[in-house]
C-alpha cells in the first residue's frame, strides 16, 4: 500500500519569506513517481512537476524548486520569495511506475497563506 | 484549446436517484481518472482508466462505476447515491500512465446528495 504524508496542515508567511512544503512517502514499489499539485482558493487543481524515482535530480523552475531524496522517502517543495498568488492548498502525489501505474495516492494538503 | 469539461458542475439529488457526472477530454488522452476531494481527506482516487475498455479499481470505488467506451469520454456512474458521497469530484486525464508529464483536471463537478 502506498502513502503520502503531508505533515503541515497550515502554513502562513509574510510576502517574499521562502517556504519549504514537506512531502514524505512509504510505498514498497522500487520506481516510482511523484507529484505536486497546486489548488488555489478558486478550486481548479493544476499540475506543478512529476518526477521519477530513478531521477534524483533537484529541480528548479522559476521560484519553485523541488528536492527529492530517496534516502529518506521525502519530496519537498520550495517556494523562494513568496508572493500573495502561490496562497493555495498544495498536494504530494504518488503513484507506481508498473503495475497499476495509473493508480495515485495523495497527500491531505497542505494550505499556504502568503500575507502581503 | 485542450482542456477536460465536466457536467454538471454542481447538482444537488436525493438519495437512491441515480446519476452520472460526464467527464469529456479533447486532447487524445490515453489516461483517465475520477477523484473525490473531501475537507482534510485530500483527493482521492475513485477509478482510473489506462485506454478505452480498461478500467481499474482506485482507493474508494465502492458506490461508483465507470465506463470507458470512447477514448474523450469517462463519465462516473452513481447508481443509488448516498449523502456519504456528498464531495467535490474532479476528472484528470494525460497523455498515458507512464508519461504523466503534465496531468490535466476538470473544473470540478460538486454533487450534494440529500
Known amino acids: 500500500a502506498q502513502k503520502v504524508t503531508q505533515a503541515q496542515t497550515e502554513i502562513s508567511v509574510v510576502e517574499k519569506e521562502d517556504v519549504t512544503l514537506d512531502c514524505v512517502y512509504e510505498?514498497?514499489?522500487?520506481?516510482?513517481?511523484l507529484f505536486w499539485y497546486k489548488q488555489p482558493p478558486s478550486g481548479e487543481l493544476v499540475f506543478l512537476i512529476r518526477?521519477?524515482?530513478?531521477?534524483?535530480q533537484n529541480e528548479i523552475s522559476g521560484r519553485y524548486s523541488w528536492n527529492f531524496q530517496k534516502s529518506t522517502s521525502s519530496f519537498n517543495f520550495t517556494i523562494t520569495a513568496s508572493q500573495v498568488v502561490d496562497s493555495a492548498v498544495y498536494f504530494c502525489?504518488?503513484?507506481?511506475?508498473?503495475?497499476?501505474?495509473?493508480?495515485?495516492?495523495f497527500g491531505d494538503g497542505t494550505t499556504l497563506t502568503v500575507k502581503p | 484549446e485542450a482542456q477536460v469539461t465536466q457536467n454538471p458542475r454542481y447538482l444537488i439529488t436525493v438519495t437512491g436517484k441515480k446519476l452520472t457526472v460526464t467527464c469529456s477530454q479533447n486532447?487524445?488522452?490515453?489516461?483517465m481518472s475520477w477523484y473525490r476531494q473531501d475537507p482534510g481527506l485530500g483527493l482521492r482516487q475513485i477509478y482510473y482508466?489506462?485506454?478505452?475498455?480498461?478500467?481499474d479499481k482506485g482507493d474508494v470505488p465502492e458506490g461508483y462505476k465507470v465506463s470507458r467506451k470512447e477514448k474523450r469520454n469517462f463519465p462516473l456512474i452513481l447508481e443509488s447515491p448516498s449523502p456519504n458521497q456528498t464531495s467535490l469530484y474532479f476528472c484528470?486525464?494525460?497523455?498515458?500512465?507512464?508519461?504523466?508529464?503534465?496531468?490535466?483536471f476538470g473544473p470540478g463537478t460538486r454533487l450534494t446528495v440529500l
Open positions: 484528470a486525464s494525460s497523455l498515458d500512465e507512464a508519461d504523466r508529464d503534465t496531468q490535466y
Open positions: 510505498t514498497r514499489d522500487t520506481t516510482y513517481y
Open positions: 518526477r521519477n524515482s530513478f531521477d534524483e
Open positions: 502525489a504518488l503513484s507506481p511506475y508498473n503495475t497499476n501505474a495509473g493508480k495515485s495516492t
Open positions: 486532447m487524445n488522452h490515453e489516461y
Open positions: 482508466s489506462m485506454n478505452v475498455e480498461v478500467t
